[in-house]
């Protein structure tokens, strides 16, 4: 077994993600600004959409990293003041959780891993989640296969 796996926040998904939310919230803003006034939506809209741009720019700057190894796993970086760890024991099985899954809704629901977590540690759901945007060759449920494969290898050492 590997001593230690490491994942790092993707730059180029990131950097996408920064034009994508940036250009959004420059339509909005122009938009706005040839309206004339300001409406509480129009407020509230470029809240929302002015959040994104900075977010990706401190993800582009301070990647969220996931440190893997026999004791369990630690998150540091991206949007966390401190690292913070779970041992395996801690938690349960990871898996592929969808966020917006609605009805029906055109587009694709996006994948995030999730684990379940010990009632003591819960705040707002009995699951616990990893961020997206991982540098992996592969695809969200291949990263979970590889986490889980990793975390059977480590209980039963």
């Given at each position: 077994?590997?001593?230690e796996?490491?994942?790092e ?5 990131t ?13 909005g803003?122009?938009?706005v600004?040839?309206m004339?006034?300001?409406s509480?939506v129009g407020i ?7 959040a994104?741009p ?6 582009f700057?301070?990647p969220f990293r996931l ?7 630690s ?6 003041r ?5 041992g395996w024991r801690e938690v349960g099985p990871f898996f592929?959780?969808k966020?917006?899954?609605i ?13 379940d977590?010990?009632f003591e540690?819960?705040?707002?759901s009995?699951t616990?989640?990893?961020?997206m945007?991982w540098?992996f060759?592969?695809s969200?449920?291949?990263?979970v296969d590889?986490l889980?494969?990793?975390?059977k290898k480590?209980?039963?050492?």
């Amino acid at each position: 077994m590997q001593s230690e796996l490491c994942y790092e926040t993707s730059k180029p998904k990131t950097v996408g993600y920064f034009v994508f939310s940036s250009a959004i919230f420059a339509i909005g803003l122009s938009n706005v600004l040839q309206m004339g006034e300001l409406s509480f939506v129009g407020i509230l809209g470029l809240i929302f959409f002015g959040a994104w741009p900075p977010l990706f720019l401190l993800l582009f700057l301070r990647p969220f990293r996931l440190r893997v190894d026999v004791d369990g796993f630690s998150l540091s970086g991206g949007t966390t003041r401190k690292s913070w760890q779970r041992g395996w024991r801690e938690v349960g099985p990871f898996f592929v959780g969808k966020l917006f899954e609605i009805g029906r809704w055109p587009l694709p629901a996006i994948k995030m891993i999730q684990f379940d977590q010990p009632f003591e540690q819960r705040r707002l759901s009995r699951t616990g989640g990893l961020p997206m945007l991982w540098a992996f060759d592969g695809s969200v449920d291949e990263m979970v296969d590889e986490l889980n494969a990793y975390r059977k290898k480590a209980l039963s050492a």
